[in-house]
């Protein structure tokens, strides 16, 4: 990758490099509770190898540093599952936290909501009755008596939208967590579970890696559960012959998956990570409260973090 120096005038010459990134957000939580959405997974831009951003977005632009400047790196946490709920009445998961790198963030991943037993748009919950929230992508929607809506939404270049709701019979199963490759699968209809949608693959560490899959919803009955997106979306759980949801994968901003019945809490969304890729003739050094590791890839060094925030330099 290319580095350059640029001459102002009167001023000091700034040496810049050229650095490649994957940005991934923390992932939503999926909902406690009936029938809940399963959580977004977290927002997805990358610049490698013109490799796809989420949500159907072109690769961008790598960016360009100046030598010895402090620059931050966020990693976002994922998002906790929603509570354990007593009776028929919406309560969410949460969304994930931001994940940053120097002017780039990635938006959080969205959070599912669980079953609403009214049959309009108002009510304590306001005109979004319960649909899932918005996000890097968006959270999954459970069954609303009466009702169809629509899942909550992605973030343009960045993720997907969750999946909604069509109706309500078994397995009585929310909506899928949005991917940063696809939308979650709308639950609610006969025979129909709500997985997650699928996640993006990314070279920038040297192999294929997909990442930021949506949480599963979770269903009340039937044979199987809803599934996570490939790159680590959660699994949905069951409320009946209890099966607890499974959180989003770390360091993937995979969705956390949901449940399905009364008194059983949601899961987790996994944390979110970001990479970088650079010349191998260069030095990285890491501020306190980042963990990152280093890794030399053919010409290039790519450095990994995994939690934290603080600032970088490349030098």
Known sequence: MAQTKVKYPGLIDFETATVDFLVIAGG???????????????????????????????SENSATINIGTNYTVTVGAGGAGGP?????????????????????????????ASYWNGT???GNLGNSGNKGRDGGSGGGT???????????????????????????????????????GAVG????????????????????????VTRAGGGGGGAYDGS????GGTGGGGTGGRGSS????????????GGGGAHGGNNLAGAAGGS????????????????????????TVGSDKVTTFTAGTGNIQIN
């Open 120 to 122: 309009g748009t108002s």
């Open 84 to 112: 354990a709920l007593s009776a028929y009445s919406t309560t969410y998961g949460n969304n994930g936290s931001n994940s940053v790198f120097s002017t780039i963030t990635s938006v959080s991943g969205g959070a599912g």
């Open 224 to 227: 199987s559960l809803a599934t």
């Open 242 to 253: 209890v099966v607890a949801p499974t959180a989003g994968t770390t360091n993937t901003g």
């Open 142 to 180: 459970a069954a609303r008596n009466m009702n169809a809506l629509g899942g909550g939404s992605g973030t343009a270049a960045q993720g997907y939208d969750g999946g909604g709701t069509s109706g309500y019979a078994s397995p009585y199963c929310g909506g899928g967590g949005g991917g940063a």
């Open 28 to 58: 939503g939580g999926g909902a406690g509770g009936y029938q809940g959405g399963g959580g977004g997974a977290g927002g997805y831009r990358a610049s490698y190898n013109n490799e796809t951003s989420g949500g159907g977005g072109s």
């Open 185 to 208: 699968t709308a639950g609610g209809g006969s025979n129909v579970l709500g997985n997650g949608g699928t996640g993006v693959a990314s070279t920038i560490s040297g192999s294929s």
């Open 272 to 295: 979110g990570v970001v990479i970088l890729r650079y010349p191998n003739t260069r030095t990285i050094t890491i501020g306190d409260g980042l963990t990152g590791t280093t890794a």
